[in-house]
């Protein structure tokens, strides 16, 4: 998953950067409402973590400004203002969720999770998909055998991101703006050889490729 933060507060943003790395996203930072509001829209992330106080542009307007040009990706406020009427204000904005500082990063990343079962009408604390279950928390993958595997940072986000899109052919340019950072070489022939790490676990048969097209994950066979 490919996450957009907005934050003004560089040791604050550096800090969640890392922890939200360490949770299987990939992180890109905006320190100003401008270039946040620039970055949502032109980039298709899968959330966004937004602060309301923000130099150059007020929170509450980028996110209106996202919401009415269209864009629906999930966003939570993470914001010290804690009155029930800003709250209010976030919501009728267009906010998904809503986290007051101070706050727990553990915290944060349920939320994170949640907002992404929702958005992709997922049931239930794990992702289950085509006979697969991937455990967030551990980042690791579980065989309807019992079989567990421990996964990679990119192994995880990769697998993540086809469980939840099961069905749907994705191309190597998608797979690789939704696996990794902003500055990442979108050249790199890497989604290939995390593909291969994959089905060494669990079977060939459970990511097709579509020549010319991209992958395709259609879950283990019956």
């Known amino acids: 998953m490919r996450l957009l933060l907005v934050e003004d507060d560089?040791?604050?943003s550096s800090s969640l950067k890392a922890d939200l790395e360490q949770q299987g996203y990939a992180v890109d930072l905006a320190e100003n409402g401008?270039?946040?509001e620039f970055m949502g829209n032109e980039i298709g992330y899968d959330l966004i973590v937004l602060d309301l106080g923000l130099p150059e542009k007020p929170g509450l307007e980028v996110l209106g400004d996202w919401r009415a040009k269209g864009n629906k990706?999930?966003?939570?406020?993470?914001?010290?203002r804690d009155a029930w009427h800003e709250k209010?204000?976030?919501f009728k904005a267009g906010a998904d969720d809503y986290l007051g500082k101070p706050f727990h990063v553990e915290e944060l990343v349920v939320r994170l999770q949640a907002l992404i079962r929702r958005s992709h009408e997922v049931v239930g604390q794990m992702l289950e998909s085509g006979g697969l279950k991937l455990d967030e928390d551990l980042q690791r993958v579980i065989?309807?055998?019992g079989e567990q595997f421990d996964l990679t940072g990119t192994e995880f986000r990769l697998l993540r991101y086809l469980m939840l899109n099961k069905g749907k052919i994705l191309s190597k340019t998608r797979l690789t703006e939704h696996v990794y950072e902003q500055d990442f070489d979108r050249d790199s022939n890497l989604i290939e050889v995390y593909i291969r790490r994959l089905r060494e676990k669990f079977g060939k048969g459970a990511i097709e490729t579509r020549r010319g097209q991209g992958y395709r994950y259609v879950g283990l066979s019956d």
């Open 10 to 12: 560089p040791l604050l």
């Open 34 to 36: 401008r270039d946040g």
């Open 73 to 80: 990706t999930p966003v939570l406020i993470l914001t010290a």
């Open 88 to 90: 209010v204000a976030g």
């Open 143 to 145: 065989l309807p055998s």
